[in-house]
Nanobody, 120 residues
């Protein structure tokens, strides 16, 4: 099993910044794709940013230029630096990881979610 633990959410004023972290642990051989999704009340979960082990990234158009994803492959950790936050960024942010377990089985895991609220 693979567990993901997120941290770093909270309340921030518009224009402010937050940094989310997500650490994966368990029976991990490799993590190919790791990243962040979010779900606002009454809306579907959507991709925010993901990064491959090789460093390729994909961002939602709504966060390009404001959010930056990074990874520490040695620590199986992914970060999301969020800047110039807007009220519409308010959501529960979920970490996701897809990879290969030590038994050579593919896995896909989600974190428990961390609340980000942007409000004055």
């Amino acid at each position: 099993q693979v567990q993901l633990v997120e941290s770093g959410g909270g309340l921030v004023q518009p224009g402010g910044s937050l940094r989310l972290s997500c650490a994966a642990s368990g029976s991990i051989r490799s993590i190919n794709l790791m990243g962040w999704y979010r779900q606002a009340p009454g809306k579907q979960r959507e991709l925010v940013a993901v990064m491959t082990s090789g460093g390729s990234t994909n961002y939602a158009d709504s966060v390009k230029g404001r959010f930056t994803i990074s990874r520490d492959n040695a620590r199986n950790t992914v970060y999301l630096q969020m800047g110039n936050l807007k009220p519409e960024d308010t959501a529960v942010y979920y970490c996701n990881a897809e990879g290969l377990s030590t038994s050579y089985r593919g896995f896909g895991s989600w974190g428990q979610g961390t609340q980000v609220t942007v409000s004055s």
